[in-house]
């Protein structure tokens, strides 16, 4: 049985970013492709552009400026991440390569379920991502159908060239932010699934470790807490029956359970090379000569540093850090929340 591991590992994200132009370019017709992804990054980076021009009009109002700013680090951190996947292509060519590679192929039946039972671990992961953004984004696009009782806005609160109270301009403005958020959703879930993929693969190939993930985890590191404590504070001002609140609940789901994946990935592959060493001394090494003894000795000393993941070669990737990014957010919301009610 032949697998398959670049069709079983990244099928989803492939065709996520294919679609969207954001993968590697065809053979063909590759000025329409570089057109079409141009188009794609222009609208993301609109979107960021106005949310910055809207922030800064509200610097004055604290309310105002917390509201818009969760949505500020989520499209900040899409654009990144998107941009470094964009400008590391090579990387992303390099894996394709040793992926196709024989060394790395199963070899029996026991390594073909081992890529097997990760491969729909992470593709059960991505499904669960993708259905969680998509559910968030309508729910943030039937905000003005069901909370603002009539009166029209638009979704979100950025500045718009274009005002809602005339028409064609609402439409056309709707339609802006509703599909600008819908490619975010999915640009995001492609490119953290990616991510994601790395890790986990590295598990069983030690060869992907060279794939440069940490600029596309800091970023979650870096606005994680920020994000946390904004949502938190929104939730406990809205109305609970009102759809913004499931809205933000739902975000605010979405965002601890990628912080923790990164986490996850990242502290079991860190166990899976401290148990390395111990499974490399069990080998036969007594029956073998000088020479293989003495690599073996060293390739042991190295092991004695665990692989472990880092967002920006800083910050380690483990489940300690989830928990301490938890703990960190619950205390700036309190002190938040203790100085509003005062």
């Not at 609208?43 to 604290?62: A, C, K, M």
């Not at 056309?172 to 879930?189: E, H, K, M, N």
């Not at 000795?297 to 880092?310: D, L």
Request: hydrophobic share 50%.
């Amino acid at each position: 049985m032949t697998i398959d591991i670049e069709v079983l590992y990244l099928k989803l994200p492939k065709n996520i970013m294919t679609f969207f132009g954001v993968w590697l370019p065809p053979k063909r017709h590759i000025i329409l492709h570089n057109i079409y992804m141009l188009l794609v990054m222009v609208s993301q980076y609109s979107f960021l552009l106005f949310e910055f021009i809207y922030l800064f009009d509200v610097l004055d109002d604290l309310e105002a400026a917390s509201e818009a700013s969760y949505l500020l680090f989520t499209q900040a951190s899409l654009c990144y991440k998107t941009t470094v996947f964009l400008v590391n292509k090579r990387h992303l060519i390099e894996l394709l390569e040793l992926m196709r590679c024989e060394m790395f192929a199963p070899e029996t039946e026991v390594h073909e379920k081992f890529l097997s039972v990760l491969a729909v671990r992470i593709r059960r992961l991505c499904l669960f991502f993708m259905t969680s953004a998509l559910t968030t984004c309508t729910l943030w696009a039937m905000i003005p159908l069901f909370d603002n009782q009539g009166r029209r806005s638009f979704p979100f609160r950025i500045w718009m060239p274009v005002t809602p109270e005339r028409s064609p301009q609402y439409q056309f403005g709707y339609l802006y932010q509703v599909a600008a958020i819908y490619i975010s959703a999915f640009l995001f879930i492609a490119v953290d699934s990616l991510g994601y993929l790395y890790q986990v693969a590295a598990i069983y190939i030690s060869a992907f470790l060279f794939i440069a993930v940490d600029s596309v985890a800091v970023c979650m590191i870096m606005f994680g807490c920020a994000e946390l404590d904004i949502i938190m504070d929104k939730v406990t001002k809205v109305s609970p029956d009102s759809v913004q609140f499931f809205s933000m609940c739902n975000y605010m789901v979405t965002m601890l359970s990628q912080l923790f994946l990164y986490c996850w990935c990242g502290h079991e592959l860190t166990i899976r090379s401290e148990k390395l060493r111990e499974v490399v001394y069990q080998c036969p090494w007594y029956q073998q000569g000088t020479k293989f003894n003495r690599l073996l000795w060293i390739t042991m000393e190295r092991m004695k540093k665990p692989i472990i993941f880092k967002a920006g070669h800083y910050i380690p990737l483990s489940r300690q850090t989830f928990i301490a990014i938890l703990r960190s957010s619950y205390s700036y919301f309190a002190v938040l929340n203790q100085a509003n009610s005062k």
